[in-house]
Structures are given as C-alpha cells and as structure tokens.
C-alpha cells in the first residue's frame, strides 16, 4: 500500500499530485463517495485500500466496514478475540487489513463497536453468503450516525447486481448506502473491475471516480451515462496509471497519474 508520503506522478507534463489530495472527507455537506473502476490488475485494489486506511486514519473516531465478496482480504482477529488465521490457513492470497475484525451478523458488527474495533469486515465466500453480508450493511446504515465519520468500502461492487443493474439478494442497501448515507455521515467507496451492470442511480450518487484501465467499451459507457467525461481514447493503458475526475470540476478529467508503490 502507498504510504501518504508517495506520490502519484502525472506522465509528462511534470505535475504530482499527493495521495492526500485524493483523500476522501467529510464535510459540513456530508461524507463523501468515490468510484474505483479499473480491470484486472490495473492496480485499483492498490489505491482503494489506500484511501480506506486513509479514511481511518484521518478520522481517529471513525468507523469502515468492508464488504468483501471474493473474498480478498484477511482480517486480524475474530469477534471472539481470537486469531483470523485459521480461517484463511487454505488461502494462497489475501491483503492484511491491520487492527480489523471478522464480523459474521448485524450483531457481531454492534459487539465490534462497542469493543473499541473500528475496521471490520464481512465476507464470504460464495453467494449462499451474500444475504447474511448484505443483513452487516443494512445494520451499518441503519446506526450510521452523522457525528461518527464511517467509511463502506465494498471490494467488488458489481457481484451485488445483476445484468440489468437490478440488486440481487433482495437488498438495495448498496444503493440506498449511496443515495442517503452521505447525511448520516456515512461516506462509500465503490470498486469493480466492470462497470456496465452498475446501477446509474449508484453512480450518479458518485462524487468522485478514480478510473484506471477499463477493457471494455459497455463499461466505458456506462461512466459516460454518469457524467464522467471519458472515452476510449482518453483510458489509461498502463498498470497503475489512473485518470482522476471530481464533480466540482465536471467537465474536466485529470491525469493520467501514476501510482509510485
């Protein structure tokens, strides 16, 4: 993970741009929500998992949920006060996440809080998993409360959606995540390597996109539906290259960066 002293710099034109000036905040109008997209390998992962331990860090009173569908990520411990490890002892992969907890229900997720966790994460590893994950988010959003800077960093968002961008799993939370959260103080960032079967009432919620290399057109078009200036022609190509587009600046998209690791 890039250290906020590194660098993102801009190819060619001799810019830089700090990894704290991509930080995402909340503000007297609310937290805010950011989009990584990027294909495999691009390096979106890279840059996510910075700005929610920055969001962390920032905000010593914070809380983050991760919702990891893959999964991806290897927590610290269990609700029990016991070692993750065992749980990822056939892994051959996996990110650490420091100082995070294995939440399993709405309940384990209230016990977290109340036990001085302030990183937790819900997981699973097949979709016969992905209700109960999706009842951990309900919970976040229900308690989200503005005077608790909260973070919902959701891994992969488009295994939550189906081809149309209708919710699966009988839950909109995602979505409402989006659309309301940001008066609750509960700011979002969503990943995803394809970007066609997100819902534009998501993205249209999006303050923020971080765009990395996308591979295919129907992806790139959706982006445009939600007012990212993009096009083909303006993709990164190259691993950890990203373009970098902010709704105060609508119509401009800067960039490209590149990630210094």
Known sequence: MPSCTRRCQSRGVGKALSLGQLSLRCGPHGAERAFVAGGVGAGKSVLADYLGADFTARYPTSHRLILDSKPRYR??????GTSAKRRYRKWGHGQPVLGSVLVESPEHLRLAWDMGWRVAIVQGDGEEHR????EVVTEFYREANAKVPQLLQ??????????TGMPKYGSDVIIRCARAGRERGLGALY??????????????EMSRLYLFRIDYSKDIARLQEMGAPVDEESMPTREYEFM??????????FGP???AL
Do not use: H
Request: aromatic share 12%; net charge neutral.
């Open 75 to 80: 927590a610290a411990e269990t609700i029990n």
């Open 191 to 204: 990943c995803s390597q394809r970007t066609r079967a997100i819902p534009a009432t998501l993205l249209e």
């Open 257 to 259: 960066y590149k990630l």
């Open 244 to 253: 970098y587009w902010t709704k105060k600046a609508y119509s401009d998209l």
């Open 131 to 134: 209700p109960r994950m999706l």
């Open 154 to 163: 959701v891994d992969e968002t488009v295994d939550w959606f189906g081809g």
